[in-house]
């Protein structure tokens, strides 16, 4: 429903939770015109007449009702829209701080999968690799490299070049949720230097330097980088400290996939940290685990890192996802030299009898850096989506399961499907550990990113459920995060990363992007079977002041616009 003309929409009686982590209150909460325009003690309008600053949740309710009212009280002046929120949690709505929804908002808008969450915003060009820039020389590469992350529809009017076109493309689409766009660094070098592993010369950097001054002044939040993705993993500190000074010039922030979350994961860290303290660049650690069974146990180190940072000022927040798996593209396993190139010529390779062995040996025996600098291990390599129809039946098993149903080795079979899929496969790794989720969880520069990825046939439940997961089992079930914590996590302090405009928080005058939920209730339903359920628990969401969902279905609604960084903060313009 829209809010214009001065009518608008009163939540009756809600326990918000206001997204700076400070206590529950209830209260009455009416918005108007896209924004919130009181907060009043409850009953103010004919709800129950206790205190606002009530503690705690009260009873518990089932889906919330809704009727038309004229509201006499404080907080309920002018013709409204009453929603009885007794026993529901008000809160922002929450922030997605590293989503693959690049196509998904064009060709899916009213976005079930996240706002069915609760998300009302999403930062998108994470990984270092999306579609602006590009040029119509690299648009089509991206489009094969990545089709795994997005797919690659054929229907689509790929109408834009530039980060300002693409942003300009989501407003003429209309999403359901906001969104925000980093520059992704792989897309830039792609641009100036192409799929070449070397150093750029100083003139290709000039380039890489233009190119992302053009995207963060058309409204780019900061940029992202992908450094075990071909071309961004060629890339070295000076070049990633250089072009993090133009993005702290223009205030914005860096997130990248670092070098390794195996192996050299502490080491990876570490490189991240210093280019901030190098370039001055705020530091966003996107998806930060401790994968692997050489990091189990080891979330403690990674945490002592992070803290002598920001003791030494480094300005510092990181995103984690709370399921085990890590989900990517089969081809991401491969070695740097064997993507130098790009797509073309890695299939080429793939069909060298001395490339595949030389490939052989480092997934085997070595350690492929693009697996993390692990040996990999088969079995913890799940089929997630295929584009060719004839492998679907292979969509989730393992490498393992089926090299031995083949009677060839795990080897074998990895570099025939990539061959047979055109690079598009995508996987889930099972190689997460529960204590080091937790720990980073728990972090003080901790928020939510989902990572989810909304093709092939069996994708990540992240993409459907992390949300909802978060307070289910971390808040209510295991206690590892009070609710405060969990939604300042989602709401507050991602928006104060992205210098968001008055969002993130519960208060007069703020944008109405909002999620009214059941804290006994919410639950994730997805699961790896079944990745595509939505979650239970989540009664209404707005987004700019529209319902998006109502009474936990959604609206069909798209009230969302691209959020760009102005000099203030990012907002619509």
Not at 108 to 131: F, I, M, R, W
Not at 323 to 339: D, F, Q
């Amino acid at each position: 429903m829209s809010t214009r003309g001065g009518r608008g929409v009163l939540f009756r009686g809600a326990t918000v939770v206001d997204g700076t982590g400070a206590g529950r209150y209830r209260a009455d909460v009416r918005i108007a015109d896209g924004l919130i325009v009181e907060i009043g003690e409850p009953g103010g309008s004919g709800a129950s007449g206790r205190s606002a600053a009530s503690a705690g949740p009260g009873g518990v309710g089932g889906a919330s009702t809704a009727s038309t009212a004229s509201g006499a009280g404080r907080s309920g002046a002018g013709a409204v829209r009453t929603v009885d929120a007794d026993g529901l949690v008000l809160a922002p709505g929450f922030i997605d701080m590293h989503a693959h929804s690049d196509l998904a908002l064009l060709r899916e808008p009213e976005h079930p999968a996240k706002v069915t969450q609760g998300v009302t915003c999403e930062v998108l060009g994470q990984d270092g690799l999306s579609y602006a820039p590009v040029d119509d020389t690299t648009l089509p590469a991206l489009r094969r490299q990545i089709a795994g992350w997005n797919g690659d529809p054929d229907d689509l009017d790929w109408d834009w070049r530039t980060v300002g076109g693409y942003l300009d493309r989501l407003d003429r689409t209309g999403p359901a949720v906001n969104a925000c766009y980093l520059v992704p660094h792989g897309s830039l070098r792609m641009l100036a230097m192409g799929w070449e592993n070397r150093a750029p010369s100083a003139a290709e950097l000039d380039r890489m330097r233009e190119l992302l001054a053009q995207g963060l002044a058309e409204g780019a939040v900061g940029m992202s980088s992908g450094l075990t993705y071909t071309p961004g993993m060629y890339a070295g500190t000076a070049e990633l400290v250089e072009l993090c000074r133009i993005v702290a010039g223009f205030g914005g922030f860096h997130a990248p996939h670092q070098r390794s979350y195996g192996a050299g994961a502490l080491e990876g860290y570490a490189e991240m940290v210093e280019i901030a303290r190098q370039s001055g660049c705020p530091l966003h650690l996107t998806h930060a685990t401790m994968n692997f069974g050489v990091n189990e146990g080891r979330a403690d180190e990674l945490l002592a890192l992070l803290d002598q940072a920001l003791d030494d000022g480094v300005d510092l927040t990181l995103d984690s996802y709370p399921y085990l798996p890590g989900s990517t593209t089969l081809a991401a396993l491969l070695p740097s030299w064997a993507t130098e190139g790009g797509p073309e010529a890695t299939l080429a390779r793939l069909g060298e009898p001395a490339a595949r062995e030389r490939i052989r040996y480092e997934v085997e025996e070595k350690g492929s850096d693009g697996c993390h600098g692990v040996v990999t291990d088969w079995t913890t390599i799940q089929l997630s989506g295929v584009r060719a129809p004839e492998l679907a039946d292979a969509v989730g098993r393992t490498v393992a399961d089926l090299a031995a149903e083949q009677g060839r080795s795990g080897t074998e079979v990895f570099l025939d499907l990539l061959l047979r899929d055109e690079l598009a496969t995508t996987i889930l790794q099972h190689v997460g550990h529960e204590a080091n989720v937790r720990a980073i969880m728990r972090h003080r520069v901790h928020t939510v990113g989902s990572d989810g990825l909304l093709v092939g046939a069996r994708p990540h439940p992240r993409a459907w459920g992390t949300f909802p997961r978060y307070l289910a089992r971390y808040v209510r079930e295991s206690g590892v995060l009070t609710l405060e914590e969990a939604v300042a996590r989602m709401t507050g302090r991602p928006a104060a990363r992205l210098r968001l405009h008055r969002r993130g928080r519960i208060a007069p005058g703020y944008h109405a992007d909002l999620v009214l939920f059941d804290p006994e209730r919410v639950q994730d339903a997805a699961t790896f079977e079944q990745p595509r359920r939505p979650a239970v628990g989540v009664e209404h969401v707005y987004v700019n002041g529209v319902a998006v969902v109502e009474q936990g279905r959604t609206t069909g609604a798209r009230p969302g616009r691209a959020l760009r960084r102005t000099e203030r903060g990012a907002e619509a313009v």
